[in-house]
Antibody, heavy 120, light 107 residues
Framework: EVQLMESGGGLVQPGGSLRLSCAAS????????MSWVRQAPGKGLEWVAN????????YYVDSVKGRFTISRDNAKNSLYLQMNSLRVEDTAVYYC?????????????WGQGTLVTVSS | SYVLTQPPSVSVAPGKTASITCGGN??????VHWYQQKPGQAPVLVIY???DRPSGIPERFSGSNSGNTATLTISRVEAGDEADYYC???????????FGSGTKVTV
């Protein structure tokens, strides 16, 4: 059974940092593109970043470029999101999600999400 | 950047058919995917590649895509179908996943 489990969320002050983790199981993690998708309270879904199977390609939404870094450790079946210079508008539930195709297309499995709150 | 436009809400009576549109420039040339999200839960893929259903998704869910509009159709709507629905594409020009703003389906 495919499982994705996020952790690392919490309350942080504006300008602070946080590192999210996503533990994957039930599939060959190194064979899939992975993404982070977020959802602000009461709002819609917003893709944040993705990373290629071997980590050689990474893409980001413009609003987080230069502040967030996506990475993965295929030996540990884990996906990460390092978030620096956090802003109030980064407050959201952050989901990790798997893309089943050889190139980015869509998400077939999602984690349950971890809440990040940026507030003073 | 590529923009997907969805109606904020759709209301449908039980047993009837709900149609949710997703508008985008030449969206018919892209693969469109649809997600269902119930309150407090993660999104669930219900349609991929315009009209394919993942295993476990009822046949009542179908999709189409042509021109500037993609459509998710839910036939014989049930109370359990009440949720937010999002369309999504991969925009190759920007290397970004793009989501629509979401449609709340009320039964």
């Amino acid at each position: 059974e495919v499982q994705l489990m996020e952790s690392g969320g919490g309350l942080v002050q504006p300008g602070g940092s946080l590192r999210l983790s996503c533990a994957a199981s039930g599939f060959t993690f190194s064979s899939y593109w992975m993404s982070w998708v977020r959802q602000a309270p009461g709002k819609g879904l917003e893709w944040v970043a993705n990373i290629k199977k071997d980590g050689s390609e990474k893409y980001y939404v413009d609003s987080v470029k230069g502040r967030f870094t996506i990475s993965r450790d295929n030996a540990k079946n884990s996906l990460y999101l390092q978030m620096n210079s956090l802003r109030v508008e980064d407050t959201a539930v952050y989901y990790c999600a798997r893309d089943p195709f050889e190139r980015p297309e869509h998400f077939d499995y999602w984690g349950q999400g971890t809440l990040v709150t940026v507030s003073s | 950047s590529y923009v997907l436009t969805q109606p904020p809400s759709v209301s449908v009576a039980p047993g009837k058919t709900a149609s949710i549109t997703c508008g985008g420039n030449k969206i018919g040339s892209k693969n469109v995917h649809w997600y269902q999200q119930k309150p407090g839960q993660a999104p669930v893929l219900v349609i991929y590649n315009d009209s394919d259903r993942p295993s476990g998704i009822p046949e009542r869910f179908s999709g189409s895509n042509s021109g500037n509009t993609a459509t998710l159709t839910i036939s014989r709507v049930e109370a359990g179908d009440e949720a937010d629905y999002y369309c999504q594409v991969w925009d190759r020009s920007s290397d970004h996943y793009v989501f629509g703003s979401g449609t709340k389906v009320t039964v």
